[in-house]
């Protein structure tokens, strides 16, 4: 038959190994609250610095690395590109020199996703390289993995483009 402070002692010692499985849940998603959403905004400083810079191709090269192999990227006037090459190939081909991404910081939310990483969901607006003009505007989700501390993006979507006088 079990005492009172042997019951005591067995509540005590659940309370604290559900307190630690949590600790450790919060820990393996990265970061939980106010640092993952850094952390995050960090990885988006970073991802689009190489973004915008683009046109040289080490920065293109830097840009694919915060990219899983099997990212979708899911675009509401381009379409879908189903791996990292393909993506590469657009941005290549359709962004590199031509116009730069800026994040409205104010917009930008970050969601834990226990046992995984991060969904980012925020809006961006798209500067002409040439005219430095910032006329188009657009909202996006990225779906962050992370796995031995190292960050990557799974999934993006990009949607609802429109020109900045709209809004």
Excluded at 67 to 87: I, K, L, Q, S
Excluded at 118 to 146: N, P, Y
Aim: some cysteine.
């Amino acid at each position: 038959m079990n005492s009172k402070p042997q019951k005591i002692r067995s509540l005590l010692l659940a309370a604290l190994s559900l307190f630690c499985l949590q600790a450790s849940a919060e820990e393996l998603a990265g970061n939980t609250g106010a640092d993952l959403r850094s952390t995050i905004a960090a990885l988006d400083r970073k991802v689009f610095d190489s973004f915008n810079r683009c046109a040289d191709p080490a920065q293109l090269q830097k840009h694919a690395g915060y990219f899983d192999p099997a990212v979708e990227f899911y675009h509401d006037t381009g379409g879908v590109t189903w791996n990292r090459n393909a993506m590469l190939a657009n941005t290549r081909e359709h962004a590199c020199g031509h116009y730069t991404r800026e994040l409205i910081p104010e917009t930008l939310k970050v969601y834990p996703v226990r046992d995984f990483g991060a969904i980012s969901q925020g809006q961006h607006r798209f500067c002409d390289t040439a005219t430095g003009k910032c006329e188009g505007l657009a909202d996006f989700v990225m779906v962050w993995h992370v796995h031995d501390g190292q960050w990557t993006i799974t999934r993006v979507l990009s949607y609802a483009h429109r020109s900045a006088s709209n809004d």
